[in-house]
């Protein structure tokens, strides 16, 4: 049995007390959140103790692990505090907002022994689990080129709500932390280790600091390039194209951008290897058949795979190695961006934090168009 605390109570928080109170190896021992009122609320209802502050919740309570789902600029701390307390750590995403940070994050959990697991809960989600078997599988055989878009609008309103959201200080970003950290993250499950970035970002139609509109080309280890087009600026879509030797996936959603099942999601075999066909072929153009493809099951949550990690050994879902990996991507496109020049990875640990202190000063400012 797991003896877990949740920290930070409303939004993504809720809805893990409400996970870990129906898991039957798991207890909710503790919950904390600044309102403390809301916390005696939660406590009440779900038969745990109530705190407002959540390092008093550490050193008075007997846990084995803590949620954190606060804003993304406490990450970081509030997860080095619980490793260094002893306790397995499942951050909500992003897994902080430099990877410097990450890095200690990473280094505490490797010291003690410790799981430290991260929400980006797309890798559970049926359509997305296919499309990684796919790959996986080798439907497509070596992949060469990805075009990944994830478009939808966000209001002024959104942002009135949640002020955090609006600057670099405290969000770490805009739609690459808040909404496409989730796509980044799949691209990277899926696709691998990414070993260039070359981007460009503005902010478009907002009146907040941080970007709302990014183009990145990304180059993989494996050989493959990829260009990513996000904005919360435009009408939804989600769509992805991912080519290889042997075949192509494409994958489209509009009623949802956090779709668990796309609209179209469908498979094309080509006859022969597209290397042998431009080789050989008379014909200038390939032979495909198509084939719709259907979403897999859906298996463990995040949390549930946590708690598996923690009683039965392995890894979560999303670790917070790989976590860390899609991090980052996110800093390395950033600091393409405003740099404007390539960036290799890893990054430049202390050029990206050098960064960060420059805009959250506003000394260095995204584009405005």
């Known amino acids: 049995m797991v003896r877990f605390g949740v920290v930070g109570l409303k939004g993504m928080g809720g809805q893990h ?68 307390a002893g306790l397995h750590t499942f951050v909500e995403k992003p897994i902080a907002n430099t990877v410097s940070e990450a890095d200690r994050m990473i280094e505490a959990a490797q010291a003690r022994d410790l799981k430290l697991a991260v929400g980006h809960n797309y890798r559970t989600f049926p359509g997305n689990r296919a499309l990684k078997r796919l790959i996986d599988e080798g439907a497509l055989g070596e992949i060469y080129r990805v075009l990944w878009m994830w478009i939808e609008t966000r209001p002024e309103v959104y942002y009135d709500r949640d002020i955090w959201r609006c600057t670099w200080e405290h969000a770490g970003g805009g739609v690459l932390m808040n909404q496409t950290s989730h796509d980044l993250d799949l691209l990277c499950w899926m696709v691998g280790d990414p070993v260039a970035v070359s981007a460009m970002m503005c902010n478009w139609g907002h009146r907040v600091e941080i970007e709302d509109t990014v183009v990145a080309n990304i180059r993989f280890a494996c050989g493959a390039h990829a260009n990513v087009q996000l904005s919360t600026c435009d009408r939804r879509l989600n769509y992805r194209q991912i080519s290889g030797d042997l075949g192509t996936i494409e994958f489209r959603d509009e009623k949802n951008a956090n779709s668990k099942v796309p609209d179209v999601f469908r498979l094309g075999r080509y006859e022969a290897p597209m290397r042998a066909f431009i080789k050989g072929a008379k014909g200038h153009q390939p032979n495909i058949s198509w084939e719709d493809v259907l979403s897999d099951e859906g298996g463990p949550t995040l949390v549930e795979s946590f708690v598996s990690a923690i009683l039965d050994g392995g890894e979560a879902i999303t670790d917070g190695v790989t976590a860390r990996r899609t991090l980052e991507l996110i800093n390395a496109i950033v600091l393409s961006a405003l740099r404007k020049e390539e960036v290799a990875m890893p990054v430049d640990r202390d050029q990206y934090d050098e960064l960060m202190e420059e805009l959250k000063s506003g000394e260095t400012q995204v584009d405005r168009l």
């Open 17 to 84: 007390v409400r996970e870990i109170s129906g898991l039957d190896r798991a207890e909710l021992v503790a919950v904390a959140d600044l309102d403390l009122d809301y916390a005696r609320q939660v406590g009440e209802e779900r038969g745990a103790r109530a705190w407002g502050d959540y390092r008093e919740m550490v050193e008075a309570e007997d846990l084995d692990a803590v949620v954190i789902a606060t804003p993304h600029h406490l990450h970081a701390p509030m997860g080095l505090d619980c490793l260094e």
